[in-house]
């Protein structure tokens, strides 16, 4: 399967896209306190997104795809944090998970056509801008999660290349020396 079918590929993309809108639109909000915060939310968000990329080539190996899967699930919680210092920082109110806004939310992935055009209407105030991506950012870290955890299963059943590798080539002496 292509990186571009992943769920977490696709949630990461419209993360990406929607936090530089944000930032475009909202950074006066912390521009003379913290002038590179849009950079740092903007790298963050973009830092998921290519270690999923990244992480799912072919040329890959399963060790390596652990490791960027989890880079990939930390810059989504940096993110995470930044959005909700924002929210706390300017006296916004930030949803409690099971409030009807957030759950509003959570359900527009289930869209037949989700996307990033799904998520802009919340782009129209900076308070349901930062909460609609702390309930996307939080179901992508789920499904990261989910991801990383089948995967260090797969490889601890059957091992990574370089066991792959070594399996081989013990096979192959055992044949030679039956020779």
Not at 31 to 53: C, E, F, W
Request: with cysteine; aromatic share 12%; proline share 3%.
């Amino acid at each position: 399967m292509s990186y571009r079918q992943l769920k977490t590929y696709k949630s990461t993309t419209i993360i990406y896209d929607f936090t530089v809108g944000f930032c475009r639109k909202y950074s006066s909000y912390w521009s003379t306190l913290y002038p590179r915060l849009s950079d740092q939310m903007i790298g963050a968000a973009r830092s998921a997104k290519q270690n999923i990329v990244e992480g799912s080539s072919e040329k890959t190996s399963k060790k390596m795809e652990l490791k960027l899967l989890g880079v990939a699930r930390a810059s989504l919680q940096e993110l995470l944090e930044d959005y909700e210092d924002f929210l706390r920082q300017n006296n916004f109110k930030q949803w409690k998970k099971n409030s009807p806004e957030a759950e509003q939310v959570r359900k527009l992935v289930y869209r037949p056509n989700w996307s990033y055009r799904s998520y802009r209407p919340y782009l129209s105030k900076p308070d349901l801008a930062a909460n609609a991506m702390i309930c996307l950012i939080n179901q992508t870290n789920y499904l990261l999660d989910r991801q990383i955890n089948t995967l260090r299963e797969k490889f601890l059943s059957e091992g990574g290349w370089t066991e792959q590798m070594f399996k081989e080539r013990l096979k192959r002496r055992k044949k030679n020396s039956k020779l």
